[in-house]
């Protein structure tokens, strides 16, 4: 399945708050929900994540920087299952990871952590996805300048050869009409002396 980065130019009010101005954030980024009024609320998971991500570094216990995606969800106000929908976008511009760790009953949990300790190591990761992204199409863009051009260059050799083929032809038919020409033209006088011939005998 093919990326799909969908950056929106959407800006903070005045004096804007910090919820006011993640959810900027996750606009910008393209990570609101394309169906309107699916959830206003989905700005608090990055908040969360950098709670979270602020605890773990502060208690030196990295399990704390996970969240599940139940937890998420109940951030987000949605359902767990609306949530795994809209995480791919998360994880596809790096701003986000997934891991998984042991508990203490030795069960695996499964869950999603900021990618970086703060949300400007998490969206410089994002930036550089990005980057990269528009890097490639570059090369791409170069890659068709260059056939273009030599797509163009190849129709004028294509013209040129056409044209002196079609000329060389126009000479082989205008050859064999003169000689059809020459050759009427002999046999009418053979067929003329012939006839005289008659008449004098």
């Avoid at 359902?79 to 790096?94: A, I, P, S």
Wanted: net charge neutral; hydrophobic share 35%; glycine share 2%.
């Amino acid at each position: 399945m093919s990326t799909k980065y969908i950056l929106t130019n959407i800006e903070p009010e005045l004096n804007a708050t910090s919820d006011e101005l993640a959810d900027v954030l996750i606009q910008r980024l393209g990570l609101m929900p394309r169906k309107k009024g699916s959830t206003e609320k989905m700005h608090r998971v990055l908040i969360e994540l950098y709670e979270k991500s602020k605890t773990a570094t502060r208690e030196k216990d990295p399990k704390k920087a996970i969240m599940a995606v139940e937890e998420m969800a109940l951030h987000a106000g949605i359902t767990r299952q609306t949530m795994y929908e809209y995480l791919r976008r998360w994880l596809e511009l790096d701003l986000i990871s997934k891991t998984s760790y042991i508990d203490p009953w030795n069960k695996v949990i499964i869950g999603y952590k900021l990618n970086g300790s703060t949300i400007e190591q998490a969206f410089e990761r994002a930036r550089r996805k990005v980057h990269l992204h528009l890097d490639e199409t570059q090369k791409y863009v170069v890659e068709l300048q260059k056939l273009l051009k030599n797509e163009k260059i190849s129709d004028k050799i294509s013209e040129k050869a056409a044209e002196k083929a079609m000329e060389k032809a126009a000479e082989m038919n205008q050859r064999e009409d003169e000689n059809t020409n020459e050759n009427t033209h002999e046999n009418t006088n053979r067929e003329d002396l012939s006839a005289e011939h008659k008449q004098d005998v």
